[in-house]
């Protein structure tokens, strides 16, 4: 079982362009969330996706924006990059129940 | 509002117990959790435990929960130096489910 995977590993953008990542989820799991993780912080709630559709939403601004295909591996868009978006974004799949997510190495924006 | 408090730092000699410690703020949470990231890596699920419960044991972890004093730790026996590491504290508010409120972390440094 591969888990939760993540591409790319480690990204640079110029500010104002926009970037794609992407998550392929635990087999069996139904359930995408995705999180920010600054240097030194928590990860912080973006958004979670099932069946199709934006579920939760976090405190994050309309520039974040995501999709869920129907093998259920998610994309994160997030456009007019600002130099404060440098940060590890981590996916976690999940299926219903007590056992939390399982949680991808995270894909490493840096925003120059 | 929600908050999860940890203190970041903890330094223990090898084959000390370690604890560390975490206050939340939501008397709704519904399943607490606790998860450990290496350096450069994803977030890897240890323990978590369901709000109506006071201990949960699972090998070398402990888990206490006071939910009066909405207060969570995470006992670690017989620490080893690859149990150096960050320690996150979480809570889900809405069920298994719901997004995860983490703290900022703990760093737990083990010296040999």
């Known amino acids: 079982d591969a888990g939760v995977t993540q591409s790319p590993t480690h990204l640079i953008k110029t500010r104002g362009q926009q970037v794609t990542l992407r998550c392929s989820p635990k087999?069996?799991?139904?359930?995408v969330s995705w999180y920010q993780q600054a240097l030194g912080q928590g990860p912080q709630f973006i958004f979670q996706y099932y069946e199709e559709e934006e579920r939760q939403r976090g405190n994050f601004p309309d520039r974040f924006s995501g999709h869920q295909f129907p093998n259920y591996s998610s994309e994160l868009n997030v456009n007019a990059l600002l130099l404060g978006d440098s940060a590890l974004y981590l996916c976690?799949?999940?299926?219903?129940?007590?056992?939390?997510?399982?949680f991808g190495s995270g894909t490493r924006l840096t925003v120059v | 509002g929600e908050d999860v408090e940890q203190s970041l730092f903890l330094s223990v000699r090898e084959g000390d117990s370690s604890v560390i410690n975490c206050t939340y703020t939501d008397s709704s949470s519904t399943y607490l959790y606790w998860y450990k990231q290496e350096p450069g890596a994803g977030l890897q699920l240890l323990t978590y435990i369901f709000s109506n419960m006071d201990m949960k044991q699972d090998q070398r972890l402990t888990v206490l929960l006071n939910k009066k004093d909405k207060h969570l730790s995470l006992r670690i026996a017989d620490t080893q130096t690859g149990d150096s590491a960050i320690y996150f504290c979480a809570e889900s508010i809405r069920g298994s489910q719901g997004n995860l409120i983490f703290g900022k972390g703990t760093k737990l440094s083990v010296k040999p």
């Open positions: 087999s069996g799991h139904d359930t």
């Open positions: 976690a799949s999940s299926l219903d129940g007590p056992q939390g997510y399982t």
